[in-house]
């Protein structure tokens, strides 16, 4: 008898945690939703239409699927690629409890990197140039989170100031390449077209039987999932993941256990710098074959990122389907711009709204524990009796 | 040559460059000093600026748009004020959920209301100079004339309002009840409670107050200086305020003075501009100049400043 009521009550507490880990993200991004549903009818709009058409543009219909058209998830993976990158990026760099605001930047300097390697080792094949273009833009963003990150462990200087500062010197730096060194002869505002040895193929070159339309997702995105993977790795179970996690938890604590702030602070946004870099090397590699001049684009992956790494809650496998999520929302809303005459910035609404409800967990959790001890409460009565 | 750049306008243009920043950067000052961090000022501004345009263009009437900026401000900090005083959210993802919710909520509303993205319609008429006299005759009276009216004289009204603000500010921070409280909220708030100052009504005010100031910098922005709203046309302002509040060592007076050193910046980098021709160095090496010199600010001073103790942390009450 007693043994029976502890599982349950051993089941019980599995199932709680289990909602307090996934309920709050799922749970933001319902509230999310919803408001951005509020905000669409207030414009004037069909809220239910204008998700329609956002899934429709996500995710395509059964019909496309049953003839091998699966564009509409190919579009969604390929927005979700930089956003896989740019969310590791910005996760890692929270999990050493820095807060890598101007991931932006390190992205631009990757995408250039990108442009300009790209072009200057065309003639060599394919599996060599690529992955020393790779390295070359992530040493390039890792370059731009360096000066922010010898700041922050010299002398304190937050780094949500400096590498916001960077960003925005990096979006004029990168105008001025792409006007300048870089410029393509015909067309201002862009680089030159990269030769087709260093493009990212496309995953319906890998799978011609499966996917019978050319989709624009790319190998990028295997190499994010690899990279996901890699990062969990070395936050679980290597010497620097440890530090990294140590300085994050308890900065005095990791100290005292001999291990050194300023240095892990330098290595961990360097390599959350890195990380941004490559989300604009795949960008440039798989999408663009160039890079266009993103001084009037606003904001970019690198806000993105934020809510990606944030609505994971900086777990490296999580942020894969978090940023799938962000990715579907993006490929959606033209759809939901063209069909429901919605503005697309809705979408960036409803990040904000994700990133606010995420951060606010107290008073979702709040709401859960109530939930759960009314529950409680109402067993313990009808076990008493 | 040197005449030519060093005119009297150089040294008005920067103090009108730097009138959003010290707006922003007293009510970062405030925020910070009673133990919230405002990264939000960045929306703050871009809602008032835009605000103060819709308002303006609705009803004609330009002073009924800067009290729409400033509501708008303060409506915005209001959300960072429930959520970094009462839900005890981290207060850094707060601003930055609210930064990119003004991003995207300005964009958003001007798609809807002028059907287009990218700009809002201009407004008729700018807020004007207060003052306009007439211009003597020659010689080196008129010269000294020149640089006294335009130094001193040429200034739209929250240009003059800004400076005021931080006379007030910095006396009702050291002189009054209200300041040394506030200032006590943000070293040790569990002190300031023993004694009686309720932490987080107090926390309250300052965080909207800070919103009102950040929503009259973007009405400035609007308002007096461009006369449009384009998208994300804050471009880090409230980011350089905050970099500007630290090196005005949290206080409002420096505040305003170090705005005064990026406003400088900002106008040099668009008096370069006009002579490219001499200079001949790219425009975008110009434009990062305000930038870099936050940087290079923050990476000289850093060592030796020092903010309020329990800055970002939320209080409970036991």
Redesign the interface.
């Known amino acids: 008898m007693s043994e029976t009521h502890e599982a349950s009550v051993i089941r019980e507490r599995m199932w709680m945690k289990a909602l307090r880990t996934a309920g709050v993200p799922l749970l933001s991004v319902v509230l999310a939703m919803a408001i951005g549903s509020i ?1 669409i009818a207030a ?2 709009k069909d809220p239910v239409a204008a998700f329609g058409a956002l899934l429709t543009g996500a995710f395509g219909t059964p019909e496309k699927w049953a003839i091998g058209n699966f564009k509409a998830i190919g579009d969604t993976i390929s927005r979700a690629t930089p956003l896989i990158f740019a969310g590791l990026a910005v996760a890692f760099g929270f999990r050493a409890n820095l ?1 890598n ?1 101007g991931a932006n930047g390190q992205l631009l300097l990757g995408s250039i990197a990108a442009a300009g390697l790209g072009l200057a080792l065309a003639g060599l094949p394919s599996l060599i140039a690529v992955p020393l273009i790779l390295i070359g833009a992530a040493l390039a963003g890792a370059s731009w989170a360096f ?1 922010p990150a010898i ?1 922050k462990a010299k ?4 780094e ?3 590498t ?6 990096g979006l ?2 990168t ?2 390449i792409i ?2 060194p870089l410029a393509d002869k015909t067309v201002s505002s862009q680089t030159p077209m990269l030769p087709e040895q260093v493009w990212l193929p496309t995953l319906d070159k890998f799978l011609p039987a499966l996917l019978r339309v050319p989709v624009r997702a790319h190998l990028g995105f295997v190499i994010a999932v690899a990279l996901a993977f890699l990062v969990w790795w070395i936050l679980k179970r290597t010497t620097l993941g440890y530090s990294v996690r140590a300085v994050g938890y308890n900065p005095l604590a990791a100290q005292n256990g001999g291990i050194s702030i300023g240095i892990t602070t330098v290595y961990a946004l360097c390599i959350s710098g890195a990380l941004a870099g490559l989300a604009g090397a795949s960008e440039v590699l798989g999408v663009q074959h160039r890079m266009f001049d993103e001084v009037s684009a ?2 970019g992956f690198g ?1 993105t990122g ?2 990606v790494a ?1 609505l994971a809650k900086n777990h490296p496998i999580a942020v894969i389907f978090a940023a799938i999520l962000f990715g579907a929302l993006s490929a959606g809303s033209s759809m939901m711009q063209l069909v429901a005459n919605v ?1 697309d ?9 994700i ?2 409800f995420v ?2 967990e ?2 979702i959790n709040w709401l859960i524990k109530r939930r759960q001890k009314l529950a409680l409460e109402q067993k313990g009565a009808t076990d008493v009796e | 040559m040197w005449s030519d750049f060093f005119t009297p306008d150089l040294f008005a243009s920067a103090i009108r460059m730097a009138t959003p920043l010290a707006l922003a950067a007293i009510g970062g000052t405030i925020c910070e000093r009673s133990g919230v961090v405002n990264i939000a000022l960045e929306g703050i501004m871009l809602v008032g600026a835009f605000f103060g345009v819709v308002v303006t263009l609705a009803t004609g009437n330009v002073w009924v748009g800067v009290l729409a900026a400033i509501l708008a401000g303060i409506l915005l900090s209001a959300i960072h004020a429930f959520a970094s005083v009462t839900l005890r959210m981290d207060q850094v993802v707060s601003g930055t959920a609210l930064n990119i919710l003004a991003l995207g909520l300005t964009g958003f509303v001007m798609e809807v209301i002028y059907g287009h993205p990218g700009a809002t319609n201009g407004i008729a008429h700018k807020i004007g100079p207060v003052f306009n006299f007439p211009a003597p005759g020659g010689g080196v009276l008129a010269t000294i004339w020149l640089w006294i009216d335009q130094v001193f004289l040429s200034y739209t009204p929250i240009v003059y309002i800004a400076i005021i603000v931080a006379i007030v500010a910095q006396w009702a921070m050291y002189k009054t009840r209200w300041g040394l409280r506030l200032r006590a909220l943000g070293e040790h708030p569990r002190a300031a409670d023993t004694v009686g100052v309720r932490v987080q009504a107090s926390r309250y005010v300052a965080v909207l107050i800070s919103g009102a100031l950040g929503g009259l910098a973007g009405a400035n922005l609007t308002l007096e200086q461009v006369g449009v709203f384009s998208d994300n046309m804050t471009s880090g302002r409230g980011f350089i305020a905050l970099a500007a509040n630290i090196f005005g060592r949290w206080t409002p007076m420096g505040s305003y003075l170090a705005s005064l050193l990026f406003g400088f910046a900002e106008a040099i980098e668009i008096r370069m501009q006009s002579f490219q021709d001499v200079i001949k160095i790219p425009v975008q090496f110009f434009l990062m100049l305000p930038y870099v010199l936050v940087v290079i600010v923050l990476a000289g001073f850093m060592g030796r400043a020092v903010g309020p103790a329990a800055v970002g942390k939320p209080y409970e009450k036991e």
């Open positions: 905000i414009s004037g807060f605001i000066i700041l002398v304190g200087a937050h949500v100031i400096t916001m500062m960077f960003s925005w010197i004029y730096l105008s001025w006007a300048g606003g904001s806000f934020i809510a944030l503005p910035k809705i979408v960036t609404i409803i990040q904000a709204l990133i606010f951060g606010a107290t008073i």
